[in-house]
Structure formats: structure tokens, C-alpha cells
């Protein structure tokens, strides 16, 4: 369940754009579309090395989730950082979770038109859903769920994606883990936008339900090969200029409250490994340019 959670914030979250200084002085020109790998940055002062890399949540089995850029980046460091916890007992934990916030006090298709309710039935139909699975859910849960079946069905494995993967490297040599938030943190971004945004969520996974795949398809492909313009070309201004409180509580204060934590590493002296999701490195709101709008030096690595 909270794989599928994980999902439409992860589709959300690939996105890319130029990255603006808020330094007084000219600020200096920052090359960061381009490149031939998945996009990692990385952050330096004096006694510090923050490397920040821009994961998707979802992957097929087997497919690639670094680079030798990475593998490099990830030897260096001495802790890993992800967006929560992916053990075992921490997933356990928030399946729990996700149906407690997940299911409504009233039916889904009590806050549906009977326009709505039929494309709701028709789409459920067609993606071979029982009549009224998604009638307990709240509209967030349900709008999630239309938009991982196809997902998966494609092949897209939540077990593949590129954060497991990191985590499981720096388990296996030795590394310490540590997470930005909670599982109900991140579970509440979902469940506490108002009843208004939630609605909008469930009528576009409506209409888009069955093009989520080719989507993903899209995406993965332009993380792959580090196109950072055409991830927020296609993602996040879109989510930005048609869902502006998703955008404010999925990228903006979550980035806001991770670039707090990353000037305390950085006060410290080390070298971290930041694997969160691409979408919250890039564009004007995101921690790449919230941190050298602190004044701290971010290049992307090459």
C-alpha cells in the first residue's frame, strides 16, 4: 500500500529546470540540463561533501539505478540519506497508517457528480476493479490507486526503485542510514490537502488512469539520460500551474524543511549521500537552488 502511495509522488516529483542564485552580486551560470546519466549534484564548504542525487521511486526489475558517477559518490560517503525509512518494519508500519488517514467517513461517489460517478465506474470496469473497491477510500487513496495499477501491470516494480537501491548498497557496505520524515509525514501530504485538491487528484487520475504507464515510460527515459528540461517541462510546471496546493505541500515546504537539516550537516564536517526524488532537485523551488540561494557552492557532477 505504501508502495503505491510512493507512486504519484514519485511521478510528480520528476521534473527539471534552470536553477537562480539568490546571491546579491551576478550570480554565476549553472549548466545543469544537460548530461548523458541520471542527474547527480553535489555540494561542498570547506570541511563538508553533500552528493545529491535525483531518484525515481519506480524502475522495472533489473534496470539500472546509478552510474559509475554514482557507485563513486556513494563510496566517498559516510552516511545515506533517503526521503524515510524502507525497512521492513517501517513499511509494516505504514501500511497501518495509510488506512487509517486512507479511508473516508462517507462513499467516494458521494463527492462525485453522476457524470463523475460514471466515468468513475467505466474506468474501474476497464482496469478490472470489483464494483465498489474504491468506495471506502478517501479521494487522495482512491486517485492513487487508479493511478499504480496500470503502473505495475507495465511491468514498474516499487520493490526496483532507485532509493531501495542505494539503501540496500549502503547496507551492504557498512554505511549509515538516515531519513528526512516519518512515514506518516509523508502519508499526511496526501491526506491533509483540502477536500477541494483531492477531488481534482481523483478526477485527473480519472481521465488519466490508463496513460499512467506510458508516462512513466516517458520519464524513465528522460532520467535515464538526465534531461532535466524535459522533466519539468512535463511534470512540475504542470503540477505547479494546475494543482498549486499539491505543489506548495508535495515540493515546496517538504524542500524547505530538508535544506534545514542539510545547512546542519553541512556546519559539520563529512561526506553525506542524498538520494531523494529528482523532482526536488531541480526548478526554482528546489533544494539544489535553496541551497545556493544560501550561498553554497552546487555544481552538478559530471
Not at 553533500?50 to 554514482?70: F, N
Not at 474504491?134 to 487513496?141: G, I
Not at 503540477?239 to 530538508?258: C, G, H, Q, T
Amino acid at each position: 500500500m505504501f508502495a503505491s502511495l510512493k507512486t504519484r509522488a514519485a511521478a510528480a516529483a520528476l521534473c527539471a529546470g534552470l536553477l537562480v542564485s539568490a546571491c546579491a552580486t551576478a550570480p554565476p551560470q549553472h549548466d545543469d540540463s544537460v548530461g548523458a546519466a541520471p542527474a547527480l549534484f553535489v555540494a561542498r564548504d570547506a570541511d563538508s561533501t553533500i552528493y545529491l542525487y535525483g531518484t525515481v521511486h519506480l524502475r522495472r526489475s533489473g534496470e539500472p539505478w546509478g552510474g559509475p558517477h554514482v557507485e563513486a559518490a556513494l563510496a566517498e560517503a559516510e552516511e545515506v540519506w533517503t526521503e524515510t525509512d524502507v525497512s521492513p518494519t517501517a513499511e509494516a508500519q505504514a501500511q497501518s497508517i495509510a488506512m487509517r488517514l486512507g479511508m473516508g467517513a462517507q462513499p467516494l461517489s458521494s463527492t462525485l457528480t453522476p457524470e463523475q460517478q460514471a466515468r468513475l465506474a467505466a474506468v474501474t470496469e476497464r482496469l478490472g476493479l470489483p464494483a465498489g473497491a474504491l468506495e471506502p477510500m478517501r479521494p487522495w487513496m482512491a486517485a492513487l490507486t487508479l493511478t499504480v495499477i496500470p503502473i505495475i501491470r507495465a511491468g514498474y516494480d516499487p520493490q526496483a526503485g532507485v532509493d531501495r537501491a542505494v539503501v540496500a548498497w549502503a547496507r551492504a557496505n557498512g554505511r549509515s542510514l538516515r531519513w528526512f520524515e516519518t512515514a506518516e509525514e509523508q502519508i499526511g501530504f496526501f491526506s491533509n490537502l483540502s477536500e477541494e485538491a483531492q477531488r481534482e487528484m481523483l478526477l485527473y487520475a480519472i481521465d488519466e488512469a490508463e496513460g499512467g504507464a506510458a508516462l512513466i515510460d516517458e520519464l524513465s527515459a528522460a532520467w535515464e539520460r538526465g534531461d532535466l528540461t524535459a522533466l519539468e517541462a512535463r511534470i512540475v510546471e504542470e503540477v505547479r500551474a494546475d494543482y498549486p496546493e499539491a505543489y506548495e505541500s508535495l515540493f515546496v515546504r517538504r524542500n524547505e524543511a530538508w535544506v534545514e537539516v542539510l545547512m546542519q550537516e553541512l556546519d559539520g564536517s563529512g561526506v553525506d549521500f542524498v538520494a531523494v526524488g529528482a523532482g526536488h532537485l531541480v526548478g526554482s523551488d528546489s533544494v539544489v537552488a535553496m541551497l545556493r540561494a544560501r550561498g553554497v557552492q552546487v555544481e552538478r557532477v559530471r
